[in-house]
């Protein structure tokens, strides 16, 4: 996921011609990652990239230990096994774009939300994908598509990942500014997969986030962290997603998560 993050910081450079340093104005900004993402040892480094395996739901389809699993036709790959087949940049391009070496079709992989990871979110992903000692069985054949999810497929509501990701490469929810940039930039890669590019819902009832409105920012903590929403009901998919992947976003992350999505909900219409 290097390419699932190569947006390395850029220095801001220097014209001489003068005898004096001047900045060239379209120098670009820092990009916006996940806390610990400027790691300065391999240690760390791999660490933080362990933390995003969780934070992005890599382990939930890959397995607790990335040797594979089914889901329905699929079979998510053995991904102690397979990416040895993978340079980084090909490894890259496979989760950024949906695009294998082969030109095979990848179905399943949220290629539209990897699309968006910084370089340095990336770079500390593959670094510790490439950690994992090869264990586990070979990846299975995805099975014939049964006839619902082919029906699905020809009308279009399931996509292999590389027309998800041209499709959703210009969306994005609203831009609220540098204060709400760390925020907006966790829903890309995190909550759009359900909640759609825009955060504005899906058709299989996931609603548009400005549900955010009504909560506090302790009520949202339980939410976020184990899934108990307001009002005593009861999730099922929020409820697994909050303990296995968003409890293991930082304070910060949780924070800003929060400040955007209720500014985003505040908004006028």
Same mark, same amino acid.
Request: net charge positive.
């Given at each position: 996921m290097r390419g699932l993050a190569i947006g390395l910081l850029l220095l801001s450079a220097c014209d001489r011609n003068a005898g004096e340093d001047r900045p060239i104005a379209d120098a670009k900004p820092a990009a916006i990652t996940f806390e610990g $993402?400027?790691? +300065?040892?391999? $240690?760390?480094? +791999?660490?933080?990239?362990?933390?995003l395996t969780r934070v992005l739901g890599c382990r939930g389809c890959h397995g607790k230990e990335m040797e594979g699993k089914r889901f329905y036709e699929l079979y998510a790959s053995n991904l102690t096994r397979d990416l040895a087949g993978y340079s980084d940049e090909q490894l890259e391009r496979l989760l950024r774009e949906g695009v294998r070496p082969s030109k095979s079709d990848v179905w399943g992989m949220p290629s539209e939300l990897f699309q968006h990871l910084s370089g340095p979110d990336m770079d500390a992903l593959i670094t510790h994908l490439r950690t994992l000692k090869p264990s586990g069985g070979p990846t299975q054949p995805r099975l014939p598509w049964q006839p619902d999810a082919a029906k699905l497929i020809a009308e279009g509501k399931i996509k292999p990942a590389a027309d998800s990701v041209k499709e959703t490469r210009n969306l994005g929810p609203a831009d609220l500014g540098e204060a709400h940039a760390l925020g907006r930039y966790i829903t890309r890669v995190t909550c759009a997969e359900c909640h759609g590019p825009k955060l504005e819902g899906q058709p299989n009832?996931?609603?548009?986030?400005?549900?955010?409105?009504?909560?506090t920012r302790e009520e949202f903590e339980r939410l976020i962290t184990q899934g108990i929403p307001t009002g005593g009901?009861?999730?099922?998919?929020?409820?697994?997603?909050?303990?296995?992947?968003?409890?293991?976003?930082?304070r910060k992350e949780r924070d800003a998560l929060y400040a955007y999505l209720k500014a985003r909900a505040d908004q006028p219409e």
């Open positions: $993402a400027d790691y +300065t040892d391999a $240690a760390a480094k +791999t660490a933080h990239g362990e933390r009832g996931n609603p548009d986030l400005v549900v955010a409105s009504g909560y009901r009861k999730l099922t998919l929020m409820a697994s997603v909050a303990k296995s992947r968003f409890s293991h976003l930082t």
